[in-house]
């Protein structure tokens, strides 16, 4: 999931807790402003500074709540329609098939048209 961008929901089950995380890197979650480390030896660093730093570790829990509670089902549900809708509305209508030699603007009856 990492190597394809893909944030984890734990990452948002945790921030909507207000539980600090230290999470390994992954495009975007500095956008949440997210802690990441990048190897072992950036882990153990920060570790122990989160765990000596409640103060610091606090206001980090806070704002990433604030940056991930935006980030609902219903939210993104709706995000990733209006972009097939905006796909859909822009996408040119084909009226041949090059594969099968199907002509006409509905796809949907290749199947059932007469051979």
Do not use: W
């Not at 822009?90 to 594969?99: A, F, M, P, W």
């Amino acid at each position: 999931m990492r190597e394809n961008g893909f944030i984890n929901n734990r990452t948002f089950d945790l921030a909507l807790m207000k539980a600090f995380q230290i999470n390994n890197y992954v495009e975007g979650l500095e956008d949440l402003e997210v802690v990441t480390y990048k190897d072992p030896v950036d882990l153990m660093e920060k570790i122990d500074f989160y765990l000596t730093n409640d103060e610091r570790r606090n206001e980090n829990s806070l704002k990433v709540y604030e940056n991930c509670k935006t980030f609902t089902f219903n939210q993104q549900a709706t995000e990733i329609l209006n972009s097939l809708n905006k796909i859909i509305s822009e996408k040119s209508v084909y009226t041949h098939c090059n594969i099968c030699g199907h002509e006409g603007n509905d796809f949907l009856d290749m199947g059932s048209r007469k051979k």
